[in-house]
């Protein structure tokens, strides 16, 4: 083919393809609109199919005066920078003017908007890029943006994207975040005609925390010492974060704002996780609310189109004042002996560190595919830091991870127990209500079957909380609710939905590393590991057993 220059329409796509990867992108632009537009409510409704449908965003913001409506649409059109240097001193969260422009591509689009100054608002009407229709219609000052059948006409686009769970998911983070960065802003997010979060916009940050994530997690914030920021100059770190006994198994809720624009700056995120180091345990995150707030001098928003990266002019000294800020919260804030106790805590936990000779029994090793004699009998010998068994067996030395093993046992009983539907359930006396996320109320309400397949029987309970009435008989007496966060909290698709929760609740029923085990305790938990189908791994596929051949000991002591 020789060389041409491209059609309009195919450029406008291909360009819109950098913006608008998919619906929850669309909302991003709107809603940093609105935040611009000096908006004080926004209000995000979400219908049909993740977004793709129908999304609206309603701003009270400044509105768009009716010459300049039309303009707003055309590439690189913007009322936020005039020339280069505006970019220096910019505040605002837009500035390319390449967000209308390429949602009109890819989307059909109708506006209202209305100034404080104009006695009637204006309207316009997109489909393919093109004006379809215009006029005027009254509105209060502010704006409205309607954007229908998101990618119709880009059908590789739309095959991918996920479920309309995930992308309604990914629509609730974006809320959310922006929410807590603007805490005196009032949002409102609904979808398919449900309010899935609403918040004060009282102006305080904890206020909005409750609402985004719950009042028993907002219970255990910290203001950040703000670090930096002396007699009032910037670079300046304000926020909030949890104590460390609040912990969640991945890094969603961890919000990282430059000059409260969210961005997802890895260095940094890693700084917060830095200043934790020693408090929480191994694979743990913690929540937390950052903003850094600087001179725009100091740091460059134009190296990606979504402006979700940034790039700072000294990266080293934002890294280590953040790094500061949080450290020096939770040092005046945390009792310091926890750190010690909780680092024995998890040295505990690492099975088989420093054994180079130790034969691990992997699965393809003939044990495992005799199921009923897959173990050798073993003899208990005793207890190892109350965490790991010592057994003789014919062959050699045999050291058991209590829990890794427990899981597994328990891990068959419940794979066993759905199969034949016959999951034990405990009622409780009284139901007990949890408190949800957007992003998790989203995930769980759409599982709520599933889970009751298990035993959980939850249902839907007023704004963001859902009252649990039953759950599996093996988890009574244990931490549920921390499993059922767990289990909302990690990222779909990885394992299968069912699998995960069969996985979570092995794990949080099973015997802990730590607990003191009678011999006949012991006995019985050697005895249960025999009868598995899969004795050497737990769940997750690490080790349950570890061997010490009879010939290795014996060379290891120089008698062979
Ligand atoms: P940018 O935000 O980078 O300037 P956009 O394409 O997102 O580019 O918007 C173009 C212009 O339209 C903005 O500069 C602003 O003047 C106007 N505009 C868009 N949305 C709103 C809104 N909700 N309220 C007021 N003005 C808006
Ligand atoms: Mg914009």
Request: hydrophobic share 40%; glycine share 8%.
């Amino acid at each position: 083919m020789p060389i041409r220059v491209l059609d309009p329409q195919v450029i406008s796509r291909i360009a819109a393809g950098e913006v608008v990867e998919r619906p929850a992108s669309v909302v991003k632009e709107l809603v940093e609109n609105s935040l611009d537009a000096g908006a004080t409510q926004v209000s995000v409704e979400v219908r049909g199919e993740g977004g793709v449908n129908q999304l609206r965003v309603i701003d009270n913001g400044s509105g768009i005066p009716s010459d300049e409506v039309e303009l707003a649409f055309a590439r690189y059109t913007t009322s936020k920078i005039a020339s280069l240097d505006d970019l220096g001193s910019l505040l605002s969260l837009g500035f390319r003017g390449e967000a209308l422009f390429s949602i009109a591509a890819v989307a059909e689009v109708d506006i209202v908007t209305c100034t404080a100054d104009e006695v009637i608002g204006s309207y316009l009407s997109l489909k393919g890029g093109e004006v379809i229709n215009r006029g005027s219609q009254g509105r209060s000052p502010g704006t409205t943006v309607t954007v229908s059948h998101l990618f119709r006409r880009v059908p590789a686009r739309l095959k991918f994207l996920k479920s309309p769970t995930t992308e309604n998911s990914h629509i609730a983070n974006v809320v959310s975040r922006y929410a807590l960065a603007f805490p005196e802003v009032r949002f409102r997010l609904s979808i398919d005609g449900r309010e899935t979060l609403r918040t004060p916009g009282s102006g305080r940050l904890l206020d909005t925390m409750a609402k985004v994530y719950g009042l028993e997690l907002a219970q255990n914030m910290l203001e950040i010492k703000s670090q930096g920021g002396k007699g009032g100059v910037l670079p300046m770190v304000t926020g909030m974060i949890g104590s460390p006994v609040i912990n969640r198994s991945n890094r969603d809720y961890i919000s990282l704002l430059v000059n409260r624009r969210w961005v997802g700056n890895r260095r940094l995120v890693w700084a917060v996780e830095q200043a934790y180091h020693g408090l929480l345990g191994v694979g743990k995150h913690p929540v937390a609310v950052v903003n850094v707030s600087l001179s725009p001098q100091e740091v460059d928003v134009n190296i990606h189109p979504t402006k979700a990266e940034v790039k700072f002019r000294d990266e080293g000294a934002v890294f280590s004042l953040v790094q500061r800020a949080v450290r020096n919260t939770l040092v005046e804030l945390t009792p310091v002996p926890e750190i010690s106790k909780l680092a024995t805590t998890y040295r505990i936990a690492e099975p088989g560190r420093g054994i180079s000779t130790a034969t691990y029994l992997s699965p393809s090793l003939p044990l495992a595919q005799t199921p009923a004699a897959s173990l050798p009998v073993l003899r208990i010998i005793g207890q190892f830091r109350s965490s790991y068994i010592i057994a003789e067996g014919p062959d050699g030395l045999y050291l058991i991870d209590q829990h890794a093993a427990h899981e597994r046992i328990r891990f068959e009983q419940i794979k066993e127990q759905r199969l034949h539907r016959q999951v034990e359930v405990q009622g409780l006396l009284e139901p007990v209500t949890i408190e949800a996320s957007p992003q998790q109320k989203e995930r769980l309400r759409t599982r709520l079957d599933n889970l009751a397949e298990f035993g959980f029987v939850i249902e839907p309970f007023g704004e963001k909380t859902f009252l649990v009435r039953t759950v599996p008989a093996l988890l009574a007496a244990r931490d549920w609710r921390a499993m059922l966060r767990e289990l909302l909290d990690s990222a779909e698709g990885k394992e299968d939905w069912e699998e995960r929760i069969m996985m979570l609740i092995a794990c949080h029923s099973a015997i802990r590393a730590g607990q003191l085990l009678s011999d006949s305790e012991m006995d019985e938990l050697v005895r249960q590991l025999e009868q598995v189908a899969i004795p050497n791994t737990c769940p997750h596929g690490r080790p349950t057993i570890i061997r010490f051949g009879l010939g290795q000991l014996n060379r290891e002591f120089g008698r062979t």
